[in-house]
């Protein structure tokens, strides 16, 4: 368990999102928060409206 | 996700209400419930499953799947239908929530159609109760579908792991179990034609007409690469089940005494070859990686010869380095006076002479730079031999595996010649069969493969494509909106494939450390386990020291280790991933329990005992039903090791009511000074769970 006090090293990936523009980084956080809880559900209605309502709104 | 609780109301044998607490402590960390076959494990076991996934969850060989309801209840006539119901709750935490999950089955709804059952789900946050709305959705959140041959099962059903042609099994497993599921459906629904296609309709609608055929070439050929992509996995399918059709025939060839050990000595030739190849594809990429980037200093070698012989001529000329510098030179005549005190004044012949020297003098900026080429002429020179050498050395083995690869499949080739040749029809009709199908094997390799390298051409057009069609003059401003969400969504797609594609670089070589190192814990020290790239469970072995490993055809009990082995690992790296703080909520791994009914199948005592070491430490929370063999069986191994690790924490026993004693059952469970009666004789069939205190 990494010690809370010390500042954890960043992962690549941690990195490459972090090296991402901004609005990036708040369309694929809003994304995943939408798809977070239905992934694994068979059906998953209206996921591809929300998807293309968060790149609309971020982009109006 | 922690198991705190499981409760039992007239599910199958168990009547009446019955509770199974799970031990919740970090270092007692192992449940152990103690029942001989036939008295209900795989009951207890398909009763968790129920309560988290209804019907659709239970295991394959759980039989009855119908009659959940406990039969002398559902038969009793002086109850009224409406008090017949079987419930399951389990108890859990998970996220520093606390959940109790509640599944029903009332006798009215089990007749019409069992698989519809009540299900609610409660958790308590910050001291307050709240029922989820989507209980089953939620479930699916916290416990994917995708996970659970990983963390409940049966006997020898992990073994599949380790086949061949399970590596999209494992990638699954991997990729559901450490959260990389959630990008790639993120990834996929971006790029779907509701999201991706819309925003270019839209952007197709208000384009001119030179971006809107951009953008027709654009769909069509990405449609090209969804059906080429369909293409592949169908023919990837397809080369699963020709490789279990040849594993078969395989299998009844060394059945067969007539041939057995010429299938034997076939079987290890090919998996010497498959070795080879696979050696040979590894040493063919790091020729061309050294090729690629030092091959240009092969070139050098007049080069070098011309610099060094310059070097040389400078050195044998004395003006390398220069005798006087002629900076010091100029600080004489600029201070007018000479180091032997002389003057030299302007005219004199003393300054004449001195500033003669000026024509001699060298630079110390010359001096340096000199010294820097010879130097790194020296070092072409070195990197040239290396370079060489290495080549050489590579080229050598690349020709010995091609010639390895001609002679393994020769001796197959002879050997397919002499079972063909047997008078014994059942032999000839397999081993025709063989050559159909390895010939399906091959081409289906080689459809693979074209595929593949047509998927890469077209999505270098691709890449083009949106090149251009961002590139292409947008005059309206309704188009330049629509172009601008089309690239934000592009950008987006990559940087998630990025994360996807980081992510696995890290954690697959973390796996696979833990999984060798455990593995190489529990098996003889020449054996070797490993996860290829493309996620297959290999194990090698190391003949002779100095020779590369060879690919073993593992036995039963190998596979079991592996992939009970790799289960654990995983599920470990997965507790350890979750304490790593993710950017993006949900891209982490989980802690989850390993609840093992029977899982050491015929393993010798060796394999049980290092699997007993090693399951509490890798695994958060580890739940084992087991019978009396598996317990005690083989010298005692597992009762042994999970006694010296004192990581038991709760114990149980199934007491069975019936009017017989299954066969090999026993009347008694002893337990260190402890008896318990297991078996009590009753016209009522029925299991009580009883703790061992």
């Known amino acids: ?60 | 996700m922690k198991l705190i609780c499981l409760t039992l109301r007239n599910f199958r044998q168990f009547k009446g209400e019955q509770e199974l607490r799970f031990s919740d402590y970090e270092d007692r960390n192992v449940t152990i419930v103690h029942a001989e076959n036939g008295f209900g494990k795989s009951a207890l076991l398909n009763a968790l499953l129920w309560c988290f996934y209804g019907s659709e969850g239970l295991s394959d060989d759980f039989s009855n799947k119908e009659s959940i309801l406990n039969q002398s209840l559902a038969v009793d006539s002086s109850t009224p239908d409406s008090d017949k119901v079987a419930e399951v709750e389990v108890s859990f935490e998970h996220d520093g929530e606390r959940f109790r999950l509640i599944r029903s089955l009332d006798y009215l709804q089990e007749k019409a159609d069992s698989r519809k059952t009540k299900v609610t789900l409660e958790f308590t946050k910050d001291g307050q109760t709240f029922y989820e709305r989507l209980p089953d959705q939620r479930i699916r959140s916290i416990l994917p579908k995708g996970i659970v041959p990983l963390i409940f099962f049966e006997g020898e059903g992990p073994s599949r792991f380790a086949l061949e042609d399970k590596s999209g099994e494992v990638e699954t497993a991997i990729r559901q179990t450490l959260g990389l599921s959630l990008l790639q459906q993120t990834i996929d629904d971006l790029k779907h034609q509701n999201v991706r296609g819309r925003l270019r309709g839209e952007l197709k609608e208000k384009a001119n007409a030179e971006t809107a055929e951009l953008l027709e070439r654009l769909e069509k050929l990405e449609a090209q690469v969804e059906r080429r992509k369909e293409s592949k996995a169908q023919a990837e399918r397809n080369l699963n089940a020709t490789n279990e059709d040849l594993r078969s025939v395989d299998d009844a060839l060394e059945k067969n005494r007539e041939v057995q050990e010429l299938q034997k000595e076939r079987a290890r030739n090919e998996d010497l070859a498959a070795t080879a190849v696979a050696e040979l594809e590894q040493v063919e990429s790091e020729l061309s990686k050294v090729i690629a980037e030092d091959g240009f200093s092969l070139f050098t070698e007049e080069l070098v010869a011309r610099g060094k012989a310059i070097v040389t001529r400078l050195r044998n000329e004395n003006r390398i380095p220069a005798q006087v510098l002629n900076t010091f030179i100029e600080d004489l005549l600029n201070s007018d006076r000479c180091i032997c005190t002389r003057c030299l004044e302007p005219g004199s012949p003393e300054r004449a002479a001195v500033e003669r020297l000026l024509t001699t003098a060298g630079d110390q900026n010359v001096n340096n730079a000199v010294g820097a080429i010879d130097n790194a002429l020296g070092r072409l020179a070195q990197l040239r031999e290396e370079t060489s050498r290495r080549l050489e050395e590579k080229n050598k083995r690349r020709l010995q595996l091609r010639d390895d690869i001609r002679v393994y499949k020769n001796r197959a080739a002879e050997i397919h010649q002499k079972i063909g040749s047997k008078d014994n029809e059942e032999v000839r009709a397999l081993e025709d069969k063989r050559s159909v199908l390895q010939d399906r094997r091959d081409s289906l390799i080689g459809e693979i493969a074209r595929i593949a390298q047509q998927i890469t051409d077209d999505e270098t057009d691709l890449s083009a494509l949106k090149q251009s069609i961002a590139a292409a003059e947008k005059s309206e401003e309704a188009a330049k909106l629509a172009q601008r969400r089309i690239d934000a969504l592009e950008q987006s797609v990559s940087l998630l494939e990025d994360l996807l594609r980081l992510e696995i670089e890290d954690l697959i070589p973390m796996l696979n450390k833990q999984f060798k190192e455990h593995f190489s814990h529990v098996i003889d020290r020449d054996y070797e386990a490993h996860l290829t790239d493309d996620f297959k469970l290999r194990i090698t072995q190391q003949l002779q020291d100095g020779a590369p490993p060879v690919l073993v055809n593992p036995s039963t009990g190998q596979r079991q280790v592996a992939s009970l082995v790799f289960i654990a690992s995983l599920v470990s790296l997965a507790r350890e991933r979750k304490d790593i703080q993710s950017i993006v909520k949900g891209l982490s791994g989980a802690d989850y329990p390993m609840v093992m009914d029977s899982p050491f199948g015929q393993l010798g005592a060796n394999f049980r005992r290092g699997i007993a070491q090693l399951l509490p430490f890798l695994a958060p929370q580890v739940i084992l039903f087991a019978s009396t063999e598996q317990y005690f069986g083989v010298s005692d191994a597992v009762a042994d090791e999970l006694t010296k690790s004192k990581r038991i924490g709760k114990r149980y026993y199934l007491a069975y009511h019936a009017p017989t004693l299954p066969k090999e059952a026993t009347e008694f469970l002893k337990i260190g000074d402890g008896e318990f009666q297991q078996y009590f004789r009753s016209d009522e069939m029925c299991t009580k769970i009883c703790e061992i205190k």
């Open chain 1, 1 to 60: 368990m990494p010690d809370p006090s010390e500042p954890q090293k960043l992962t690549r990936s941690q990195e490459r999102f972090l090296e991402a523009p901004q609005l990036v980084q708040e369309i694929v956080r809003d994304c995943i928060k939408e798809e977070r809880p239905l992934m694994h559900m068979k059906h998953r209605p209206e996921i591809h409206q929300k998807l293309t309502a968060i790149v609309k709104r971020h982009i109006s």
